[in-house]
């Protein structure tokens, strides 16, 4: 296994949204690939999430959102993360999200949005090319 | 139906008979033969759960099978064949689409709708904060008023959101859980000012912490106080609202994280046999509660499995009544139960196309004998559905109803090698489960060492891996593409003004309101919580005097304390 497999990836769920089998199986996934993946669980605040993040020294935060809080959910974390010094943190997530909002989540920092039907692999090989360790 | 010539010879000599089964066994042989011989399109033909299926079903599959005792007649023991002797030449299942958006003006709007289009029963879906516990105007619920469903955090939300309905003539559902006990007496209150008595209510709190817990993941506080406010309604209800069901014991949500169709059917029993114990320790007779009791099953597109699965749980059901808790009235016996169409089901890729799954699984809950459904629209997996896509699934109950044909004789697969094979099949591994269950020492048990949480995910990562592995197909996701897509549909988009207008609604009623009979109010309920009184008449006067659903799950917390997700992946 490479460098980049070394990566700590945060995988969270903010807000009181309790969908959690696609972020179940991301989180399984991306550790079967060898990250190393730690999941925040279920209703956590933006404020909590950043905590954990910092806490946790990760290199990216991957957010599952199917409860239509995306476009304040996303933003609010983004500008907490910011506010810590950890701007550098990759920023990714899914859920339901409409095609109309993804250009918005973009514009305001978000690396990638995966929709419904997205494989598993498709975003293994995303955080490979896209996440890079940070220099702490 | 066929008859095989060994009946059409019954009583004739030994030689004809053997000659038959000779006849017979070469038949067999020969196409086992030609089959062992054909090429195959897969190399393992399995269910959507993973259960192996047999390419055909014959006698043998049913040695050893009874069918006066397995199968028997409509609307008697073990009620395989349906609850009810008539089934739906009586009466159709009532078609009850889920809707809640917005404000409870919005949603009150949308009923009206529906009910106007033949719509026979309401069914509430209310948004985030308010199935958690928290009032719009809660930090934990910025973002979200209005978003997953309606808002509703006072009586006066709820006086809204039923204006103008007769309640004594619909049935009502709401799906709400940890915060089912404040929503419950917030509807009790509103009818009685309505000038309808409660015994005139007929209707569904969801009301199902356990699964919860497996699954859905709307909770206030642990397990075990979760459970006793359950029972709390099931015994107001025995004795103050009769005619309502206090609890709908749901699969529905532990299909949608990913299980099995097994393991929605045991997981779900195992789960009304958790509040039936809880009831009858409570002191409550079992025949007292148990005719009430209600279930909701999903419905996902392995046709066959589905049916099976409906015929099982009524059958599991009659027999863990009678002969584990030895209830007597026949009611109690039979499994009634609502279902909906599968939502993780749905495509966001062509979704046009989830009208057909929706079809095709509707279909399933009919001929497994549903007392009620919902259909899914088929924008539900872009956004909550428009009126146009709502209106597209409940024709399709409605097609289902007075087109297909299928409603006119009961329980059409009775008898039928595969689906009673597959009956019984599932029942066997789900009475497994259960029994697994039970040496754990019960559902909370083992919901507390994360044993059906585990068992769900794990299926749920074994079916994902199988559609990116290209083993199992959905069509438009990962066969059949379109490249660049656009969505041909339009969708529901729920203005951020809502939440602002709710919260607005809120400060105006806390400032109206009697605020110190209010706290006195949450007082009487945080002590009730104690003593370990019943809360449900302690919550009724609080929500009568305006307390918000916020207020009275701030006590449940401060009483039983929150609980923390484990975070099983």
């Keep these: 296994m490479g460098q980049e497999n070394r990566l700590r990836i945060l995988i969270g ?29 279920l209703h956590n605040t933006p404020e909590a999430i950043v905590e954990t993040a910092l806490q946790e020294d990760v290199d990216a935060v991957g957010l599952s959102i199917l409860s239509g809080a995306h476009n304040y959910l996303f933003p609010e974390i983004i500008r907490l993360l910011e506010e ?7 920023v990714f997530g899914g859920g339901i999200i409409p095609k109309e909002d993804i250009d918005g989540l973009k514009q305001k920092g978000v690396k990638a949005v995966f929709e419904p039907g997205t494989s598993t692999d498709e975003i293994i090989s995303w955080v490979r090319e896209n996440v890079s360790p940070r220099v702490i | 139906m066929t008859v095989s010539c060994g009946v059409c010879f019954r009583g004739s000599s030994m030689s004809v008979q053997e000659s038959d089964l000779n006849k017979k066994r070469m038949a067999k042989e020969r196409w086992e033969r030609e089959y062992g011989r054909a090429q195959k399109r897969e190399a393992d033909f399995t269910t959507i759960s993973g259960m192996d299926v047999p390419p055909l079903a014959d006698t043998e599959d049913l040695r050893g099978f009874d069918p006066d005792a397995e199968v028997g007649y409509p609307g008697q023991f073990p009620y395989t064949r349906g609850i009810h002797s008539t089934m739906y030449r009586s009466r159709l299942w009532t078609m009850r689409q889920f809707a809640g958006f917005g404000t409870p003006e919005d949603t009150n709007r949308r009923f009206k709708y529906l009910l106007s289009q033949g719509q026979t029963g309401l069914s509430t879906a209310f948004d985030m904060p308010t199935l958690m516990g928290y009032d719009c105007d809660s930090a934990m619920a910025r973002g979200e008023v209005g978003r997953e469903g309606v808002s509703v955090s006072s009586l006066e939300d709820m006086e809204i959101l039923f204006d103008g309905i007769n309640l004594d003539q619909v049935t009502t559902s709401m799906t709400v859980n940890c915060s089912a006990s404040i929503v419950f007496a917030m509807y009790l209150v509103m009818a009685e000012k309505k000038g309808v008595s409660w015994d005139k209510l007929r209707g569904t709190l969801q009301n199902d912490m356990l699964k919860e817990f497996i699954a859905q993941r709307e909770w206030i506080s642990p397990p075990s106080p979760s459970v006793k406010i359950v029972i709390d309604v099931i015994e107001f209800c025995a004795r103050h609202v009769r005619g309502w069901h206090p609890v709908s014991i749901s699969g529905y949500h532990i299909r949608e994280a990913g299980s099995t169709a097994v393991q929605e059917l045991a997981f779900t029993i195992a789960d009304g046999i958790g509040y039936v114990e809880e009831s009858i320790k409570r002191g409550l007779d079992v025949d007292e509660f148990a005719p009430r ?28 009544m009678r002969d584990r808790f030895g209830a007597k009235d026949p009611k109690s016996l039979t499994l009634k139960t609502h279902a909906q169409t599968a939502g993780a089901s749905l495509t966001a890729q062509q979704p046009i196309n ?5 079809t095709i699984q509707a279909l399933a809950a009919v001929l497994g004998g549903t007392q009620s459904l919902h259909t899914n629209s088929m924008d539900e997996t872009l956004a909550l559905p428009t009126e146009e896509a709502v209106t597209v699934a409940l ?11 299928v409603v006119n004789t009961i329980d059409p697969f009775g008898g039928s090698y595969l689906m009673e094979s597959l009956t019984s099949r599932i029942e066997k591994e789900a009475f497994d489960y259960i029994d697994k269950i039970d040496r754990m020492g019960g559902i909370i048990a083992s919901i507390e060492e994360g044993y059906p949480q585990k068992e769900i995910a794990d299926a749920a990562y074994k079916y994902q891996r199988e559609l990116d592995t290209g083993i199992k197909t959905i069509v438009g996701v990962n066969k059949y593409v379109e490249e660049n897509e656009e969505i041909p549909i339009p969708l529901l988009k729920i203005e951020e003004e809502v939440e602002t207008a709710q919260r607005e609604k809120l400060a105006d009623l806390k400032r109206r309101r009697d605020n110190k009979a209010v706290k006195s109010r949450l007082e009487n309920i945080l002590l009730a919580a104690r003593r370990g009184d019943n809360l449900m008449p302690f919550i009724v006067d609080a929500v009568r005097d305006y307390a918000t659903l916020g207020e009275i799950s701030d006590i449940f917390r401060e009483a039983y304390g929150f609980y923390r997700d484990p975070g099983y992946f």
Aim: hydrophobic share 45%; proline share 0%.
């Design chain 2, 293 to 320: 009791l209600s279930f909701f099953f999903n419905v996902h597109n392995d046709f066959l499995e589905e049916v099976a699965k409906f015929r099982a749980a009524r059958r599991m059901w009659a027999k863990i």
């Design chain 1, 84 to 90: 810590k010094g950890l701007g550098d943190i990759t």
């Design chain 2, 395 to 405: 024709r399709t109950q409605q097609i289902i109803a007075e087109e297909s044909g």
């Design chain 2, 354 to 358: 989830n009208v057909a799954r929706v």
């Design chain 1, 13 to 41: 769920k903010a807000g009181l949204d309790g969908h959690d089998r696609g972020v179940k199986i991301v989180a399984r996934a991306l550790r079967d690939a060898g990250f190393e993946v730690i999941y925040t669980g």
